[in-house]
T-cell receptor, first 111, second 115 residues
């Protein structure tokens, strides 16, 4: 099922390599950020979050880095697997406490 | 927990017809969100409820769209009359934080096609 656009930036990696997905956010007042993973035909799935008082947070095989100076987020996936193939969205809490989603990056993992 | 439940999963209708999308949030969650996802615009927030009360509906495209949450376990998004440009995937999400700012859990979505 379709759920995302055809013109997303795409990152293609070899299975087993590390992946880095980047995101620029717009609101310097945002204090909470989330990475979501969306597989075809499914809703976005929470991966990891980070508060603005942190610059790094680690989960299982994933790490999120936050650089508030340049308003940049990144998601690092270690030892990328075919099951990681999906579209990844960053989201920020903006004014009014609403989530605003970035445009998404498509990750393709080559076996 | 079954997660957020949405129905129907797919809806095909003709222009001018009324469409009703349904959502059951995760039990215990007190915030509910309706989103629309299209190729052109990505994920857009339409409306969100906190404790069954609509807090922000500024994302609702026009008067043809309406949403209700009669109780903590059920919400509807209605489009009347529907138009081809309403074709999209509609997601419902829920969360539990007093301010509604914390992690949102998404349902599987309803793919709407208006002919």
């Amino acid at each position: 099922g379709e759920s995302v656009g055809l013109h997303l930036p795409t990152l293609s990696v070899q299975e087993g390599d590390n992946s880095i997905i980047n995101c620029a956010y717009s609101n310097s007042a945002s204090d909470y950020f989330i990475w979501y993973k969306q597989e075809s035909g499914k809703g976005p799935q929470f991966i990891i979050d980070i508060r603005s008082n942190m610059d790094k947070r680690q989960g299982q095989r994933v790490t999120v880095l936050l650089n508030k100076t340049v308003k940049h987020l990144s998601l690092q996936i270690a030892a990328t697997q075919p099951g990681d193939s999906a579209v990844y969205f960053c989201a920020e809490i903006n004014a009014g406490n609403m989530l605003t989603f970035g445009g998404g990056t498509r990750l393709m993992v080559k076996p | 927990d079954a997660g957020v439940i949405q129905s129907p999963r797919h809806e095909v209708t003709e222009m001018g017809q009324e469409v009703t999308l349904r959502c059951k949030p995760i039990s215990g969650h007190n915030s509910l969100f309706w989103y629309r996802q299209t190729m052109m615009r990505g994920l857009e927030l339409l409306i969100y409820f906190n404790n069954n009360v609509p807090i922000d509906d500024s994302g609702m495209p026009e008067d043809r769209f309406s949403a209700k949450m009669p109780n903590a376990s059920f919400s509807t998004l209605k489009i009347q009359p529907s138009e081809p440009r309403d074709s999209a995937v509609y997601f419902c999400a829920s969360s539990f934080v007093p301010s509604g700012t914390d992690t949102q859990y998404f349902g599987p979505g309803t793919r709407l096609t208006v002919l």
